[in-house]
């Protein structure tokens, strides 16, 4: 089957720099979400997106209002899907969230759609059933600022067609990603695999009382030469996604260790509103953080 239209649900950090991507690289992308007002914001972010692209990846500015008019802007569910052939969700991390999202969309989609989950965390096969059509369902999951972090994981689980397997890897190829195909289930799959424990443990450091963020991440900065450490990421992944890491992965192990990061993130951090550079704090104060300045480590 060959792709040309596809959905993105969700229009976070993450689902508005696919379907802007995906878009660049000539697709025909509807982007969902469930108020208007979101989409608004979405349509801001891409322009945001624009000097970024100019800049790293040497996009003209031809191009990116060509990309930009390729994107529809939908909250009716039905309208976005009706003639999709490969759709990404990237909703909140909750594992309930995305069944009952996914038991609505089985009965709107056409029978060729391709569903794939951007799931940073869950495995397909929690909710592969969910989706009513479990062979054409697998997990295609991006890096923040995909556009020069341009690795594309493929995951599938036990019931995925290997011929479906194949077509998103290809999709993916044909948006400038460096393809990473997973044999095995992997809660994190390789990136965060190595990415989350990085981060909690700057985390437990922190809670802990061991040393402060700038201080952690100045070791870690000048050590190995980083251009960003552990808390510095955090605030750019965002809070909220940390917290439902943490939220995810206490579930999923029943580990109290998940559940005293779960707890300090959102006593912290959540509840206070410091989502990181989104509300401008977190670890960090924004715009100018602390990292930023030429003096940082020294």
Known sequence: MKIKNVTVFGSGVLG???AF???????????????????????????????????????TLTDLDAAVSRVSFTADLAVSVKDADLTIEAIPESIQIKKDFYIKLS???PAKTIFCTNSSTLLPSQFADETGRPERFLALHFANYL?????????????TDPEIFGE???????????????????????????????????????????????????TWMKTLGADLGPMAMADLVGMATAYNVTKSYAELTGD??????????????????????????GFYKYPNPAY????FLK
């Open 147 to 159: 556009w020069k972090n341009n690795v594309a994981e493929i995951m599938g689980h036990s019931g």
């Open 21 to 59: 991507h995906a878009a660049y690289h000539g697709y025909h992308v509807t982007l969902f979400d469930i108020k208007e007002e979101l989409l608004e914001q979405a349509k801001l972010k891409f322009e945001q997106f624009k000097p970024m692209y100019q800049q790293d990846v040497n996009a």
């Open 168 to 218: 998103v890897v290809q999709f993916a190829k044909t948006i400038g990603m460096v393809t990473i195909p997973i044999y095995k289930e992997q809660p994190g799959y390789v990136m965060n695999s190595l990415l989350v424990p990085w981060l909690m443990a700057g985390l437990d450091l922190y809670r802990n009382g061991v040393a402060d963020a700038e201080f952690i991440d100045k």
């Open 256 to 281: 109290e260790i998940w559940e005293k990061r779960r707890d300090f993130v959102k006593e912290n951090f959540i509840d206070k509103n410091k989502l990181g550079i989104a509300t401008g704090e």
């Open 16 to 18: 508005a720099q696919i």
């Open 292 to 295: 930023q300045d030429t003096d």
């Open 107 to 109: 009965h709107l989609a």
